[in-house]
């Protein structure tokens, strides 16, 4: 299917051609709804921009940025412990490289699929570029779970997955990070094998082991981040993390280091959850708490219900699926990071936070909020950090492993840290800048939308039809 910009009376109005082409978005790639989501979302913002620059409509460039690159789908057989086989299916996809090689995340879960994947590469488009580093847009994964595989049959997964993946990717080409399901173990077992069939050790994979090319502050850098984004926003209203009460939802990396660092700057968190319920603290969860969370999650591999029976005052809920709300939304709070996944803040979710007087939204997870939510926040005027701004601290400190990497250097935690401080910084500056450009003064979705597009669509145009 083809699009047409040109009609008789010459070139579409702008928001004629963006309904055009998402019309054919959805028609091209049907059952993908968090893909359409996620092109909405960018397209909404980008009515701004296409008055000022109808370049980018004569060279359809939201044409092209909506079509990946290359997608890889692939088999992936293995053996588990009883020695049965299993088929699990593999994907990547490469979805812009103007800027620089594809960059993004592996995600192993039983979620996985093409529009999920083709979402979070889309969305890793914008965030990288937001980065000011030269990395382009990629994710790919799995819908093969880790959740109670022995290390041999995570290991002979990775080892099947990287057989094939290994011929599409490289340092200056495609360069894989983790994401949902795919950690440290997991990144070893991939670059081992990729090191093994390829005969060379290169920057292939970020957030690898520290003693075999890997950065500080790389488990941290979402959370990290994320929390260092928070305290600007705060800032543009003469406000600090100091004292707030904080909701964060999941309990893996990205949750796990936004509550250490909202500990470090004087806040109080109070939650954390994963996919069989939440747990509230009202005494808040403090290092000691923390370090317990941590063993749970990352050694013994627990259900964060066993919290509660740790520490008496601490309250589990279970949530139910069906339900359109999760009950961790609605505490009385100052501030919340949703760190889980896609979609977990529904617009009842998002009216109950506004209800319970939350003042700042920063998302940690990718597009944690519903178009509706995100409506949501947007008219009550709190501050609202989306995902692609907020959590882009990840993927800038791989950006920075890669340039450790490249140069065969090691930079201190203090001197990664410091860096990755500046560029969230830097993002919100961004962020905030563009949208007062735009006419939308404190609208960072905005911002953050037409700031990461513009780079990507002006590297388009420089480099012709390609």
Sequence with gaps: ????????????????????????VKAKNPAEPEFHQAVREVFDSLRLVLAKHPEYQSNRILDRIVEPERVLMFRVPWTDDQGNVQVNRGFRIEMNSAIGPYKGGLRFHPSVNL????????????????????MGGGKGGSDFDPKGKSDNEVMRFCQSFMTELQRHIGPNTDVPAGDIGVGGREIGYLFGQ???LRNEFTGVLTGKGLNWGGSLIRPEATGYGCVYFAEEMLKSRKDSLDGKLCLVSGSGNV??????????????????????GVIYDPDGIDREKLAYVLELKNVKRGRIRDYA??????????TDVKLEHSPLWNIKADC??????????SARDATNLI?????LVAEGANMPSTLEATKLFLDAKILYGPAKAANAGGVATSGLEMSQNSARISWTREE??????????????????????YGTPGNLVNGANIAGFLKVADAMLDQGLV
């Design 416 to 437: 990664v840290d410091e860096r990755l401080h500046k560029i969230m910084i830097s993002i919100h500056r961004n962020c905030y800048e563009t949208a007062e450009k």
């Design 309 to 318: 029976a740790r520490y008496e005052k601490a309250i589990f809920m279970p």
């Design 255 to 276: 949750s796990q280091y936004t509550i250490e660092k909202l500990l470090d700057l004087g806040a109080k968190p109070v939650t954390v959850s994963d996919s069989n």
């Design 115 to 134: 529009g999920i994947l083709k979402f979070l590469a889309f969305e890793q488009v914008f965030k990288n570029s937001l980065t000011t580093l030269p």
């Design 355 to 359: 209800k319970n007087g939350i003042k």
């Design 336 to 345: 919340a990071f949703p760190s889980a996944t896609q979609n977990e803040i």
């Design 194 to 196: 990729y090191k093994r």
């Design 1 to 24: 299917m083809t699009t047409s910009i040109l009609s008789s009376s010459g070139i579409k109005a702008p928001g004629d051609y963006l309904e055009e082409v998402m019309i054919s």
